[in-house]
Nanobody, 120 residues
């Protein structure tokens, strides 16, 4: 079907930066919106940012001005540039894509998650 593979997580000090990447592959006809979600221990998964097929973006209030989402349509890849990181940004970050497959079904596909830890 469709696979999403994230990379770029890790340990960073407060105030630092990280860039997450997520590459989609498989039986893809069209990718509509792509997004990043995060889930901290004991909390529900929540939206961080998403980008539409046309390039429109939306961000959670907590990351506005610090995070930037972008995508490379030719590479079926979405990025999340994270700056001015705070300890409360610590979470597992998941990539999501709204995909029309080559079998003409529409699915919401998730990556396996990448850990981001902000700590001194």
């Amino acid at each position: 079907q469709v696979q999403l593979v994230e990379s770029g997580g890790g340990l960073v000090q407060p105030g630092g930066s990280l860039r997450l990447s997520c590459a989609a592959s498989g039986s893809i006809s069209t990718i509509y919106a792509m997004g990043w979600y995060c889930q901290a221990p004991g909390k529900q998964r929540e939206l961080v940012a998403f980008i539409s097929s046309g390039g429109s973006t939306n961000y959670a209030d907590s990351v506005k001005g610090r995070f930037t989402i972008s995508r490379d349509t030719a590479k079926n890849t979405v990025y999340l540039q994270m700056s001015s990181l705070k300890p409360e940004d610590t979470a597992v970050y998941y990539c999501n894509a709204d995909v029309k497959t080559t079998m003409w079904t529409r699915i919401s596909s998730w990556g396996q998650g990448t850990q981001v830890t902000v700590s001194s």
